[in-house]
Structures are given as structure tokens and as C-alpha cells.
């Protein structure tokens, strides 16, 4: 039976959540029986899943990529300590089973969402790098699943010294994809050869399972969902990092006002603890009426797909809450701020109804809102086009591929992004 480990993850990021979920059961499909085994960072409680979570953090990545778990005695003491420090047993025995995967695994899948780039510290892309070190160690074979990557700026001193890091570790993988057509050209500009061109594994993918799949102790709640024909409303405070706190805020509120007196139905969907305040704050310049609706809640990527499936559509600046719903064949008006944003909208010809949350064009943007409203029909069936070539090839049916036959040169759908109109379709090529 194969065993697959698959790195990267966690499962309080429901889009993270998501990218595992999506690649174990496609892999499952192409292999029927095999072991999937999740080393995960951020979990709780792994017994409410069907699958193993190990846990892959600050403590275990550096027992394992400097072996330590070869010296019993010691990774029990320092289990310990550590145990004690942070008040957990969740390292309890947990290295030498880490290391018992590692060991028998037949390859290692990457499945981060964004480390390696400037948008975050040169410490989270060395997370990634120290996943590709452990590989070599235990000399097995690791593919980066679909992922955003660059640019390389982040202004230090050791800039040159870093990116010289990066090449030497990202030379190692069988495969590397990039998601965005931007991270393609920042792998490849410094020398990388083993760089391929793939959407999200989350839109790309048929397969995807159902809550009651993965949640062991699942309850149906779908009484508690929104009504149907109603709009979804989801907000991020990770855009504070990228613009004024207080524009954003005031900017989140115009548009929801704007949707309430359109006399829309609107459900503000919180999927995440760390938004709760800033759905607050929102909600304070808000003329709520009977037609406002909030949703909290710790759903599961697959529970959220369900929920926004029933929007006619939706305002959100989530990555993956943009994933779920084009997945669903529902249009949204997005906000973002990186170039992730612009090359999914772009294939599924929705470039109309993306803003750079730093545009201080809010005129423009209840434009795009009040655009929507109209064409939210036309827009449904254009992304439904667009999502059956999206699904034509599966990435990991080709990742597959370059495991078994490694001197092969793998195909992958290269997206050539359409006119914003021209016939209605994405074009596809496959190589």
C-alpha cells in the first residue's frame, strides 16, 4: 500500500484545510488503497477527523530535518519539556511516529498555500525550505503542489545570500507549481528548471469530500444555512496588513450598506476567529435591518462550500472563499491585494468584479457591486464554462505521473487568460 505524506497544512485555515482535503482523496481515487498522512501545524483535536494529523510545527521540523529522533532518550526529554512549556502532550510520542512515516512514505507532498515570498518573513518561506531539507534527508521524493511563490524583495541585507538558498533547496522537487503566473516567472528568473504553471488545487480538482467524510462526529446543521438566492458577505483582516485600517473598514461598510439598500437579502459570513472584531466594527456603520444576517461559526472546508453554494453571489476578499464559490458556480465581487487575486478572476473571465483593496476608488467599486447585482445570472453560467475546462486535466493525476516516471517531462495546463469577454471561455493547453 502507498503512504503519502502531505505537508504545509493546517486546519484552522479552511483554505488550507481545503488543499489537504483536495489532494488526500484525489489521491485516494487514483490509488484507491494508501495511506495519507497529514503533518499539519495548527489542529485541534485530531480525533475529530477520519484522517492522522501529526503535528508538524517549531518543535518537531527541527528534530526531523536534523534527525534528533534517532536518540530515543533525548526526544522523550525534550517532549517533555516542551510538553510541560506550552501545556500539551501532543508531542507525546509523536517524532518517532513522524519519523516511522518519513521512513516508509513513498513521497512527500507540499500543499503550502503562500511561505516563500516577500509578503511574509524570510521565517515562514524557510519553513518551506526545511520541508524540502527533510525530504533530502530521508532522501524521498517531494512535488510542491499548486502554490504562490515571489516576488523576492524583502529589502534585508541577506536578500542575495536568501534567494541563493532558494535555488539551491527548490533544485530538489520533482515538480514545482506555481499558481500565479507571477510566481512562475520569479521561480524561473533565478534559475529553476522543475517550474510548471497549475490553478488551485481546490478549483482544479473534481474530487472533493464531503463533511461527513472527514468529520467523525459530524452533526447536519444545514438548518442553520442561509436561504437560498441570498448574498454572501466575508470579510479578511489580513488586508489591514496591506492598506488603512480605517478606509478598509469604511469601505467594507459602503458596500454592505450598499447591498442592504438594494434591498438584498445579505448574510455576513465569519468563518474565522480572527475576523470577529472587524465584523463588529463593520456592523457599527451599518443601518442594520431585518435583511442583515450574521453567521459565525468553525466550519469545515467542506461545510463552507456547501454555505456559499447557496448564495446568487458574493462579496469576499478570501482567497479560497472566492475558490468555494466560483467551485459552486457563484460570481464574486472580490477583494484582494496580490496578484493571486487578479489570476483567478481572470480565468474564469471575471476581471470586472476584482478590486486592489488599496484603490481609494470607492465609486468605482459599489460600481463593480451594483454590476453584479445585475448580471449575477450571466456571470453564474460564464464561470460554469470556464470551470469545466478548468477540470478537464487534474494536477494531481499529473503530479502522479512525474512520481512514477520521474525522467518523464509531466504535462500541466498551462491557463492562457481570455479577454475579459471574447467568446465566453477559457483557453486551455496542455503540454
Same mark, same amino acid.
Given at each position: &500500500?502507498?503512504?503519502?505524506?502531505?505537508?504545509?497544512?493546517?486546519?484552522?485555515? =479552511? #483554505?488550507?484545510?481545503?488543499?489537504?482535503?483536495?489532494?488526500?482523496?484525489?489521491? =485516494? /481515487?487514483?490509488?484507491?488503497?494508501?495511506?495519507?498522512?497529514? @503533518?499539519?501545524? !495548527?489542529?485541534?483535536?485530531?480525533?475529530?477527523?477520519? @484522517?492522522?494529523?501529526?503535528?508538524?510545527?517549531?518543535?518537531?521540523?527541527?528534530?526531523?530535518?536534523?534527525?534528533?529522533?534517532?536518540?530515543?532518550?533525548?526526544?522523550?526529554?525534550?517532549?517533555?519539556?516542551?510538553?510541560?512549556?506550552?501545556?500539551?502532550?501532543?508531542?507525546?510520542? !509523536?517524532?518517532? $511516529? &513522524? *519519523?516511522?512515516?518519513? %521512513?516508509?512514505?513513498?513521497?512527500?507532498?507540499?500543499?503550502?498555500? +503562500?511561505?516563500?515570498?516577500?509578503?511574509?518573513?524570510?521565517?515562514?518561506?524557510? &519553513?518551506?525550505?526545511?520541508?524540502?531539507?527533510?525530504?533530502?534527508?530521508?532522501? =524521498?521524493?517531494?512535488?510542491?503542489?499548486?502554490?504562490?511563490? #515571489?516576488?523576492?524583495?524583502?529589502?534585508?541585507?541577506?536578500?542575495?545570500?536568501?534567494?541563493? $538558498?532558494?535555488?539551491? $533547496?527548490?533544485?530538489?522537487?520533482?515538480?514545482?507549481?506555481?499558481? $500565479? *503566473?507571477?510566481?512562475?516567472?520569479?521561480?524561473?528568473?533565478?534559475?529553476?528548471?522543475?517550474?510548471?504553471?497549475?490553478?488551485?488545487?481546490?478549483?482544479?480538482?473534481?474530487?472533493?469530500?464531503?463533511?461527513?467524510?472527514?468529520? /467523525?462526529?459530524?452533526?447536519?446543521?444545514?438548518?442553520?444555512?442561509?436561504?437560498?438566492?441570498?448574498?454572501?458577505?466575508?470579510?479578511?483582516?489580513?488586508?489591514? *496588513?496591506?492598506?488603512?485600517?480605517?478606509?478598509?473598514?469604511?469601505?467594507?461598510?459602503?458596500?454592505? %450598506?450598499?447591498?442592504?439598500?438594494?434591498?438584498?437579502?445579505?448574510?455576513?459570513?465569519?468563518?474565522?476567529?480572527?475576523?470577529?472584531?472587524?465584523?463588529?466594527?463593520?456592523?457599527?456603520?451599518?443601518?442594520?435591518?431585518?435583511?442583515?444576517?450574521?453567521?459565525?461559526?468553525?466550519?469545515?472546508?467542506?461545510?463552507?462550500?456547501?454555505?456559499?453554494?447557496?448564495?446568487?453571489?458574493?462579496?469576499?476578499?478570501?482567497?479560497?472563499?472566492?475558490? @468555494?464559490? +466560483?467551485?459552486?458556480?457563484?460570481?464574486?465581487?472580490?477583494?484582494?491585494?496580490?496578484?493571486?487575486?487578479?489570476?483567478?478572476?481572470?480565468?474564469?473571465?471575471? %476581471?470586472?468584479?476584482?478590486?486592489?483593496?488599496?484603490?481609494?476608488?470607492?465609486?468605482?467599486?459599489?460600481? #463593480?457591486?451594483?454590476?453584479?447585482?445585475?448580471?449575477?445570472?450571466?456571470?453564474?453560467?460564464?464561470?460554469?464554462?470556464?470551470?469545466?475546462?478548468?477540470?478537464?486535466?487534474?494536477?494531481?493525476?499529473?503530479?502522479?505521473?512525474?512520481?512514477?516516471?520521474?525522467?518523464? /517531462?509531466?504535462?500541466?495546463?498551462?491557463? %492562457?487568460?481570455?479577454?475579459?469577454?471574447?467568446?465566453?471561455?477559457?483557453?486551455?493547453?496542455?503540454?
Amino acid at each position: &500500500m502507498k503512504t503519502f505524506i502531505i505537508t504545509g497544512i493546517q486546519m484552522r485555515n =479552511k #483554505g488550507a484545510q481545503a488543499m489537504f482535503l483536495s489532494l488526500s482523496y484525489s489521491l =485516494k /481515487s487514483i490509488y484507491g488503497e494508501c495511506e495519507v498522512i497529514g @503533518f499539519s501545524d !495548527k489542529y485541534d483535536d485530531p480525533e475529530q477527523y477520519t @484522517f492522522t494529523l501529526l503535528p508538524y510545527d517549531d518543535f518537531t521540523r527541527p528534530m526531523l530535518k536534523y534527525d534528533l529522533c534517532r536518540v530515543p532518550f533525548l526526544v522523550k526529554i525534550l517532549s517533555s519539556i516542551v510538553g510541560r512549556l506550552r501545556k500539551s502532550d501532543k508531542w507525546r510520542d !509523536k517524532i518517532t $511516529e &513522524m *519519523r516511522n512515516a518519513l %521512513q516508509r512514505a513513498d513521497a512527500i507532498f507540499d500543499a503550502s498555500g +503562500y511561505t516563500l515570498g516577500s509578503g511574509w518573513p524570510k521565517q515562514s518561506g524557510r &519553513m518551506l525550505l526545511d520541508t524540502i531539507k527533510i525530504a533530502r534527508r530521508f532522501k =524521498k521524493k517531494i512535488i510542491l503542489m499548486p502554490q504562490s511563490f #515571489g516576488p523576492f524583495d524583502w529589502g534585508d541585507k541577506d536578500d542575495s545570500n536568501f534567494i541563493d $538558498e532558494i535555488k539551491k $533547496e527548490l533544485t530538489y522537487p520533482l515538480r514545482i507549481y506555481a499558481r $500565479e *503566473r507571477e510566481g512562475y516567472e520569479c521561480l524561473t528568473s533565478i534559475g529553476l528548471r522543475n517550474v510548471q504553471l497549475s490553478a488551485d488545487m481546490v478549483i482544479r480538482e473534481k474530487i472533493f469530500p464531503s463533511v461527513g467524510q472527514v468529520c /467523525s462526529d459530524y452533526r447536519d446543521e444545514r438548518g442553520n444555512y442561509p436561504t437560498q438566492n441570498s448574498v454572501g458577505f466575508i470579510i479578511n483582516k489580513n488586508i489591514f *496588513r496591506f492598506g488603512d485600517p480605517s478606509s478598509i473598514i469604511d469601505l467594507y461598510a459602503k458596500m454592505l %450598506q450598499k447591498l442592504l439598500d438594494n434591498g438584498e437579502k445579505v448574510y455576513v459570513l465569519n468563518t474565522s476567529t480572527a475576523d470577529t472584531d472587524l465584523v463588529e466594527k463593520i456592523l457599527s456603520k451599518v443601518k442594520i435591518g431585518p435583511k442583515a444576517h450574521v453567521i459565525s461559526g468553525e466550519f469545515s472546508s467542506p461545510e463552507l462550500i456547501e454555505i456559499i453554494a447557496r448564495f446568487k453571489y458574493v462579496v469576499a476578499s478570501r482567497y479560497h472563499s472566492v475558490v @468555494f464559490a +466560483y467551485r459552486s458556480g457563484v460570481p464574486a465581487v472580490v477583494l484582494g491585494w496580490a496578484s493571486k487575486y487578479s489570476d483567478l478572476t481572470a480565468l474564469f473571465q471575471q %476581471q470586472d468584479y476584482v478590486f486592489d483593496i488599496r484603490d481609494s476608488d470607492t465609486v468605482r467599486i459599489l460600481e #463593480g457591486v451594483d454590476k453584479m447585482r445585475m448580471n449575477y445570472e450571466d456571470e453564474a453560467k460564464r464561470i460554469k464554462r470556464n470551470l469545466e475546462n478548468v477540470q478537464a486535466t487534474s494536477v494531481v493525476e499529473q503530479a502522479v505521473r512525474v512520481l512514477d516516471e520521474p525522467g518523464l /517531462s509531466a504535462g500541466v495546463a498551462h491557463y %492562457q487568460i481570455a479577454s475579459p469577454r471574447g467568446n465566453g471561455q477559457a483557453k486551455l493547453r496542455t503540454h
